[in-house]
């Protein structure tokens, strides 16, 4: 193995190392990954930029402005509001769920479309004494099924494909990636109605842990006019750090303000609302000041103030922090009432608990609270707790035809995808649906620069050798079992690295190795292409395998392993039927 070779895979390595011990962002792992390569001569310049100008991204970031409009239309909701039905046993109501959800999923990002229905669901789970547990992690894994119909259906199907073309290969067709795709698809639907039931256990949700944690109550306390509190703030009356109890709102009669801040400045007659455990909170009622006023449930608050599930993500600032590290009331407008972790409330000083991926935290703000944070870094969900779900605008029809027509000119070959999903984003803007700043906070910059980035790691992959040396390994380890065997060599690596990273990284890395891999082996090159975007696009073993399975993981209550539970028996049948069907439709 030569110089070259070797330095390729220490930044790999260290890449590897990096996203897995989340010690930076992934964009700013992969892009420092690339920068190092082109330092050392691995890679020309070119080859280290070459995914900025690679269709693929660009495709990606003008979907991402699609999906964005749909959302906020609520193109989908008339479809999705009819999903659950009213009544019948559990297996029925998935059946309703996964259809239109695996449906949209395959034209649409289904981060916007999970985060739509996980409010629902929940709230219909909530109505009939059902467990969300058995719901939404079907729902992420259906959004995910997908997802690999279309070459559109998610970000990676594009970068494989945006790698085909820079590699002298024809682009994936619009329905290519789909012969694989749509019985991956069905398959797993059925599976997913099968088993969910009986696999996924009764967990208990954020919003059903808070209702019955019993030790948790709000109590209302009235400022005595002229007493020992009138005319002070919050921090001089002492209220700022009490043990056990949180003072989450001063409703002044006219206006309610939450969070409230040391500032704040108490009056007479004020009504301050504190959540705590119920011995803390009765302590209250000796402080100087203070007054009793009616005791109520904590999620029963003025409606002037909302409560919403916000969910840390991979790629949230938050990661690591503390709320005091981040000065999280100042920064968010927002309070935070509860930190749900593996499907249990955290019995902690909530301040100082470093915050972790999956995380959710209950928070309360005002009703702009989701409209402000929706489409950041911060969170990678945010979900109004028992809200309605979202109304269909006069723009809905508009955007939904837009849409149609966008699918119709690309499956059948008249329009580029990606001119015609420039062409469409362009055309929301002007149209004045979207407005330039919520189109630029739609598209997810961090997805966009991971990719990009990772055009110079696999670059470096192919021209340092390092790719032929990795595929003569799998060609050699699983050449008893012959082209096939290799096939599901190249399947099985790639599952294990979208596990642990980001399934377009992945997916960037073992391009150039299935390349090398199909021309030691009687693998058809397309088909090892397409067998590699398919098993980087499913990731079912873990909560930070892919994003939908984190937006869920608190909200349903779960822990890490239950993931496996549902998903080991999805992904076996997943890599089957890959490997079984890529010699049928791409014979050597």
Do not use: C
């Not at 259809?99 to 649409?108: D, E, I, N, Y």
């Amino acid at each position: 193995m030569g110089l070259h070779a070797w330095l390729t895979l220490a930044v790999v390595a260290l890449v590897l190392f990096a996203l897995v011990r989340d010690l930076t962002s992934p964009a700013t792992a992969v892009f420092a990954g690339s920068v190092l390569l082109l330092v050392t001569g691995v890679i020309d310049t070119g080859e280290a930029f070459a995914g900025f100008s690679n269709p693929g991204p660009i495709t990606v970031a003008a979907l991402y402005v699609l999906a964005a409009a749909v959302e906020k239309t609520g193109a989908l909701s008339p479809l999705m509001r009819r999903t659950l039905g009213e009544r019948g046993v559990l297996r029925r109501p998935l059946l309703r769920l996964l259809v239109p959800t695996v449906g949209t999923s395959a034209f649409l990002n289904n981060t916007p479309i999970v985060a739509m229905l996980v409010p629902q669901v929940t709230t219909w789970a909530d109505q009939r004494r059902i467990s969300a547990s058995k719901l939404l992690m079907p729902l992420s894994f259906g959004a995910i099924l997908g997802g690999v119909i279309t070459v559109i259906g998610t970000s990676t199907n594009l970068v494989v494909s945006g790698q085909m073309e820079a590699a002298g290969m024809e682009p994936i067709g619009f329905f290519e990636i789909g012969k694989i795709g749509l019985p991956v698809a069905i398959l797993g639907t059925i599976l997913i109605i099968a088993l969910a039931p009986r696999l996924l256990p009764p967990r208990r949700s954020v919003r059903e842990g808070l209702e019955e944690d019993s030790n948790r109550f709000t109590v209302e306390m009235i400022v005595e006019p002229g007493g020992a509190l009138d005319g002070k703030t919050v921090e001089a009356a002492g209220l700022r750090h009490l043990a056990g109890v949180f003072l989450a709102a001063v409703d002044r009669g006219d206006t309610v303000i939450a969070p409230v801040r040391p500032e704040t400045v108490l009056r007479g007659d004020n009504k301050l609302r504190f959540v705590g455990r119920a011995d803390e909170v009765l302590d209250l009622r000796s402080m100087k000041g203070l007054r009793s006023a009616e005791e109520e449930h904590l999620l029963h608050l003025d409606p002037a103030v909302r409560y919403f599930e916000a969910v840390i993500g991979a790629e949230s600032p938050l990661v690591g922090k503390t709320l005091v590290d981040v000065g999280f009331r100042s920064r968010y407008q927002a309070a935070v009432l509860a930190i749900s972790r593996s499907g249990q409330l955290i019995d902690a000083k909530l301040g100082t608990v470093p915050l972790r991926v999956g995380d959710t935290l209950i928070v309360i703000a005002d009703p702009g609270f989701r409209d402000r944070w929706r489409h950041r870094l911060d969170f990678i969900l945010v979900a109004e707790m028992d809200s309605a779900p979202p109304t269909t605008s006069r723009n809905a029809k508009v955007v939904g035809l837009t849409l149609a027509a966008l699918v119709i000119l690309a499956a059948i070959g008249l329009v580029p995808i990606l001119e015609g999903s420039v062409v469409v984003a362009l055309l929301l803007i002007g149209l004045k649906i979207l407005t330039p700043d919520e189109a630029r906070r739609a598209v997810d910059l961090e997805v966009i620069g991971v990719i990009a980035a990772a055009f110079g790691l696999a670059a470096a992959v192919e021209s340092s050798g390092l790719a032929q040396i990795v595929a003569s390994g799998l060609v050699s380890a699983f050449d008893s079992l012959g082209s096939s065997g290799v096939l599901l060599g190249l399947v099985l690596a790639t599952v294990v690295l979208t596990e642990l990273i980001t399934n377009n990284a992945a997916a960037l890395l073992m391009f150039p190795i299935a390349l090398a891999a199909s021309s030691q082996a009687a693998i058809d090159p397309r088909g090892a292409a397409i067998a590699v975007a398919a098993a980087a696009s499913a990731s079912f073993l873990t909560p930070i395998g892919y994003q939908t399975n984190t937006m869920v993981y608190g909200p349903g209550g779960y822990r890490f392993s239950d993931y496996a539970r549902l998903g080991t028996p999805l992904t076996v049948v997943m890599v089957a039927t890959i490997v079984a069907l890529v010699p049928v439709f791409w014979p050597t």
